[in-house]
Nanobody, 124 residues
Framework: QVQLVESGGGLVQAGDSLRLSCAASGDSFGINSQGWFRQAPGKEREFVARISWSGTSPFYADFVKGRFTISRDNAKNTVYLQIYSLKPDDTAVYFC?????????????????WGQGTQVTVSS
């Protein structure tokens, strides 16, 4: 079992930057990657980015367009999502997840463990 705890969300203004954190704990045997997803009200959960458990091979959704950076601090077992130039459309609950798939996991169904989410609200 892996426990994931997100933090760093909040209310920000358009154009601001924000860094989300996801601390992992527990038995990580079999975990190959971690990812970030987001879910806006009334919308499906969508893939944002993923990174390998070792902190390599970042992969992003097309809409990211260079505004998001995923990274991992292996010593702290923490994954980060840095978001630049925030837009009102980025308003959502952001979830951290962990996957056992050995391929690049972009679907929510490919992730076994999930955090509780952190709210990001961007005002215009």
């Amino acid at each position: 079992q892996v426990q994931l705890v997100e933090s760093g969300g909040g209310l920000v203004q358009a154009g601001d930057s924000l860094r989300l954190s996801c601390a992992a704990s527990g038995d990580s045997f079999g975990i190959n990657s971690q990812g970030w997803f987001r879910q806006a009200p009334g919308k499906e959960r969508e893939f944002v980015a993923r990174i390998s458990w070792s902190g390599t091979s970042p992969f992003y959704a097309d809409f990211v367009k260079g505004r998001f950076t995923i990274s991992r601090d292996n010593a702290k077992n923490t994954v980060y999502l840095q978001i630049y130039s925030l837009k009102p459309d980025d308003t959502a609950v952001y979830f951290c997840a962990a996957s056992t798939y050995s391929v690049t996991a972009v679907s929510p169904s490919m992730y076994r463990y999930w955090g509780q989410g952190t709210q990001v609200t961007v005002s215009s």
